[in-house]
């Protein structure tokens, strides 16, 4: 059964650089038809899309984070990971990696929230 | 990018009663659109997929509809456990995705 884990720091300062990682396990991560992807939430708000990728490193991104995001992955060891550039208060948020099936809709980590504060 | 518009932001509805969630996409995404059931301190869950597909392990209950750009999901007999926030989201433009703002199912 697929898993997905995100990791990475709780608390990031202003300015500095937000980067996670999640952990493929139950599926393989070089899957054809399959996009893996990263996709927040701010405390009592919606959601946003962010960014994916395909196994073979094809990325795709959210037009209003692109300056600031990129997208990759490691398949050797399963993972992909996300980083965000010059972080704000508006990027507190729970952050959702996510498998993504053109199909099927989408399978979901249990996320983990990051906090933007000095 | 397409913009998904959800309605109404809460439905108020008592327990056995049936609720009628809408989306509307701003172009059409024909049936490339779920929905899904978020509880607090969860993650979202799918429901539906391919606009009126149920998902794995979904009740019967929950039914989706649709086509273009006016979706609707439709929750037949309310349980106590159905009352959560629905998101519905598109990507017609594979993978990135738009997601509408909620729709909050409450007592």
């Known amino acids: 059964q697929l898993q997905l884990q995100e990791s990475g720091p709780g608390l990031v300062k202003p300015s500095e650089t937000l980067s996670l990682t999640c952990t493929v396990s139950g599926a393989s991560i070089r899957t054809s038809n399959y996009y893996w992807g990263w996709i927040r939430q701010p405390p009592g708000k919606g959601l946003e899309y962010i960014a994916s990728?395909?196994?073979?490193?094809?990325?795709y991104y959210n037009s209003s984070l692109k300056s600031r995001v990129t997208i990759s992955i490691d398949t050797s060891n399963s993972q992909f990971s996300l980083s965000l550039t010059s972080v704000t208060a508006a990027d507190t948020a729970v952050y959702y990696c996510?498998?993504?099936?053109?199909?099927?809709?989408?399978?979901w980590g249990q996320g983990t929230l990051v906090t933007v504060s000095a | 990018e397409v913009v998904m518009t959800q309605s109404p932001a809460t439905l108020s509805v008592s327990p056995g009663e049936r609720a009628t969630l809408s989306c509307r996409a701003s172009?059409?995404?024909?049936?490339?659109l779920a929905w899904y059931q978020q509880r607090p301190g969860q993650p979202p869950r799918l429901l539906i997929y391919g606009a009126s597909t149920r998902a794995a392990d979904v009740p019967a209950r929950f039914s989706g509809s649709g086509f273009g750009t006016e979706f609707t999901l439709t929750i037949s007999s309310l349980q106590s456990e159905d009352f959560a926030v629905y998101y519905c989201q598109q990507w017609n433009n594979w993978p990135t995705y738009t997601f509408g703002q909620g729709t909050k199912l409450e007592i």
């Open positions: 990728i395909y196994y073979s490193g094809s990325t």
């Open positions: 996510v498998r993504q099936s053109y199909r099927y809709g989408s399978d």
């Open positions: 172009e059409s995404v024909v049936t490339n």
